[in-house]
Nanobody, 123 residues
């Protein structure tokens, strides 16, 4: 069984980077894409970024606005997401999910999910 655990974030002040990590454990077949999603207060869940862990191809949603970076840490078997200049609009519960492939900013299948990490950006 594949397991995903989100960490990072918490209370972030303006001017600080919002850094998240999705740790991957267990084994499965063909789940080679990791997507990051978020759900802001009063809004639905949206896909913000996806990475193909096979070839490293990354995809971003419009909400990223050039401020997001998704990357794979092969040593730690994790996928990271960094928001370089977070604003209060980035306050959300962030989730990672695994699937067979990326479909733009989202991940197909979404067969495995983490439990989410709450991140608050406040001055």
């Amino acid at each position: 069984q594949l397991q995903l655990v989100e960490s990072g974030g918490g209370l972030v002040q303006p001017g600080e980077s919002l850094k998240l990590s999705c740790a991957i454990s267990g084994f499965t077949s063909g789940e080679d894409a990791i997507g990051w999603f978020r759900q802001a207060p009063g809004k639905g869940r949206e896909g913000v970024s996806c990475i193909d862990t096979g070839d490293g191809t990354a995809y971003y949603g419009n909400s990223a606005k050039g401020r997001f970076t998704i990357s794979r840490d092969n040593t730690k078997r994790a996928v990271n997401l960094e928001i370089h200049n977070p604003t209060p609009e980035d306050t959300a519960i962030y989730y990672c999910a695994a699937g067979p492939r990326c479909r733009g900013r989202t991940v197909a299948g979404q067969n495995f999910w983490g439990r989410g990490a709450t991140d608050t950006v406040s001055s």
